[in-house]
Each structure stands twice: as structure tokens, then as C-alpha cells.
């Protein structure tokens, strides 16, 4: 149990256009998904939480016109990555928890490597 | 400012001896710890959890010892075994707060020699 997938696990796009990844938790309701960013060698930083039908909320310092986030359903939540430039080339990671179930775990996707040139 | 902090970027043990793996907490805010495992270009695996009410807390070859007053956590992996090489992170949640965010240690690099 516990599963959540991401798509693409990888992506290479050219610079100034866009990218969606999406996240999906497969067998359980995820009344809240988070979006992380992990650089080589780092540990992950959040930058947003996304709950089902209602606004992200974004960490400090990440900008929310750049990183579009979208949670329509309780199995899916997508990050839009709009007008990509090669800083913007990382590991993302999405997370899924159910806050129905009154613990703290999150279950994460395997990742999406986005390459921007 | 690091709240959680993992003081050990690597740790190398011999296959069937103890890894013990160290985080330490600086917000008294936190209630509720967890350990995830992650192998490079893949999300992490949760693996065991503690709440504050607890000072121990036990799964197979797992175990997660808090020490509250000390604002530090361990985590006890016996015996090890070459499949257990991985990046370990301990994160940190505080009730009340945003949904549940975790805020995450360093991580460290566990390798287990045959």
C-alpha cells in the first residue's frame, strides 16, 4: 500500500518552455501532496504544499508564478514548471499523505529529473 | 538555520554489526519524527516513525530511540546487511503546523560492507 507514481521520471526540455509532471497516489486518497527539490549531494527542500481544491501554499523564496501546482483530485497533483531555464534543472520529488489518517507519514514518488538546455 | 541536523555525512559498517545513524532537533515544536531511506535518483522509502510520546519505538530490524530532553533521535539498524546501503534521512513534523511539512536532516550516506 502506500503508492505514489510521478511522470515522466525524466524530461529534457529547451529553454523558455514549459513542463508538467504529474503525481499520483495509486491505492489510497491524498488529501494533501507536497512538491519537493532535491540538488546533488543535498538534502530535499519542500516548496509547496498542495491540498485537494484549494491554493498551494509555497515555501519561502519559491516563486509560485514560475512553479504552477494543481491538486484537482485526491489522487493527483500536477507541478508545472513554466518557462524553464537551466537553473531550474533538478531532481523533483512528490510526496502524498492522507491527513485523514492522523499520522504524519508521507509516501513519495520516484522523482522526475528535469534537464532544461 | 538547520532545525534538524544530521551530523554525520557518511557511515560505514560491516555486514551483521549495529548502524547507528544520529539526528539532532533544535525546535522543541516538534512532536513527531520519521526515517526514510533513499537510493540516488529515487524518491525515499519511509521506514519507521516515533511520536514524542514515545521514547522508543521498534519495526523488524528497526528501531528509533528519542531522547526529548537531549532533542536528539537515533536510529538503530541490527543486523546490517549490503542491502541497507542507502541515504538515510530523519525528518521532523510539529502538530499544528502546515498540513504536516517535514523538515528534513542532511541525510547519511550508510554503506554496509560485505
Known amino acids: 500500500g502506500a503508492v505514489v507514481s510521478q511522470h515522466p521520471s525524466w524530461v529534457i526540455c529547451k529553454s523558455g518552455t514549459s513542463v508538467k509532471i504529474e503525481c499520483r497516489s495509486l491505492?489510497?486518497?491524498?488529501?494533501?501532496m507536497f512538491w519537493y527539490r532535491q540538488f546533488p549531494k543535498q538534502s530535499l527542500m519542500l516548496m509547496a504544499t498542495?491540498?485537494?481544491?484549494?491554493?498551494?501554499?509555497?515555501e519561502q523564496g519559491v516563486e509560485k508564478d514560475k512553479f504552477l501546482i494543481n491538486h484537482a483530485s485526491l489522487t493527483l497533483s500536477t507541478l508545472t514548471v513554466t518557462s524553464a531555464h537551466p537553473e531550474d534543472s533538478s531532481f523533483y520529488i512528490c510526496?502524498?499523505?492522507?491527513?485523514?489518517?492522523?499520522?504524519?507519514?508521507?509516501?513519495f514518488g520516484p522523482g522526475t529529473r528535469l534537464t532544461v538546455t | 538555520d538547520q532545525q534538524v541536523k544530521q551530523n554525520s555525512p557518511s557511515l560505514s559498517v560491516q555486514e551483521g554489526r549495529i548502524s547507528i545513524l544520529n539526528c539532532d532537533y533544535t525546535n522543541s515544536m516538534f512532536d513527531y519524527f520519521l526515517w526514510y531511506k533513499k537510493y540516488p535518483a529515487e524518491g525515499p522509502t519511509f521506514l519507521i516513525s516515533?511520536?514524542?510520546?514515545?521514547d522508543k519505538n521498534e519495526d523488524g530490524r528497526f528501531t528509533v530511540f528519542l531522547n526529548k530532553s537531549a532533542k536528539h533521535l537515533s536510529l538503530h539498524i541490527v543486523p546490517s546487511q549490503p542491502g541497507d546501503s542507502a541515504v538515510y534521512f530523519c525528518a521532523a513534523s510539529a502538530s499544528g503546523t502546515s498540513y504536516g511539512k517535514l523538515t528534513f536532516g542532511q541525510g547519511t550516506i550508510l554503506t554496509v560492507h560485505p
Open positions: 510526496s502524498a499523505r492522507d491527513i485523514r489518517k492522523g499520522t504524519y507519514e508521507q509516501y
Open positions: 516515533i511520536s514524542s510520546i514515545k
Open positions: 498542495s491540498n485537494e481544491g484549494s491554493k498551494a501554499t509555497y
Open positions: 491505492d489510497f486518497q491524498a488529501t494533501t
